[in-house]
């Protein structure tokens, strides 16, 4: 079993301190890292000789705050994979993060076993989107309006077919199993894929897909 490396960036040692209790009792999580504003943070991962694989990150926070720090960690650290926790919740603070590089975006008093939850799914498929994130993403593009992409059709049939598995949030070994190809050939395809639309990561994959109606994703239940 790999363990998971996390990092968490919070001003609140309470809620720090909790959580690294929560998730270290996990046998696959180990908190490495620990922030109480983003100044900390970045000095921290300037310093280390192994990065974190996830970063829960509080948006408000004194000195840099999580929005400065993602615009870091975009540009610097793009193999970080940033989980926002936050007590703002509304859809300008969540497209405006997922526009960052956001691959899941929680409320703060989400249950321990969601975050545990979405800390794996964002580890094992790139990125993690509930329903309600979902839903804040749709009414942005429908409030854009935006127009059919004509890149679209520059897509081959198996390419569009990956784009919409990885939409629904399936891994890269079921993705395999489901198209009857190796898990090393999806990783080609999402990686052409990536080229192809210019995202830097697999939730800017989904973002575009959705936003130039590529793709449609269900809801889960």
Sequence with gaps: MKTIKI???????LFRNGMKLILNAYEDFNVEMEAENGVH??????????????LLLDLKMPEMNGVEVAKIIQAEYSDIKIIV????????????????????????????????????????????????????IRENIISKTKPKANFAFDLTTREKEILQLICEQYTAPEIAEK??????????????????LDCKNVAGL????????????????
């Design 85 to 136: 926790l936050s007590t703002h919740f509304s859809r300008a603070f969540v497209i405006n993060m997922i526009e960052l590089s956001a691959v899941a975006y929680l409320p703060k008093n989400s249950q321990p076993t969601e975050v545990a939850e979405t800390i794996r799914a964002v580890h094992e498929k790139g990125f993690y989107y509930n329903n309600e994130v979902l839903t804040m």
């Design 179 to 196: 198209l009857f190809i190796s898990p090393r050939t999806v990783d080609g395809h999402r990686n052409n894929l990536l080229s192809k």
């Design 41 to 54: 943070l970045i000095e921290q991962l300037k310093m280390a000789t192994e990065l974190p694989d996830v």
């Design 7 to 13: 990092a968490i960036a919070d001003d609140e040692a």
């Design 206 to 221: 989904v973002v575009l897909a959705l936003q130039y109606q590529i793709v449609d994703i269900p809801m889960r239940y």
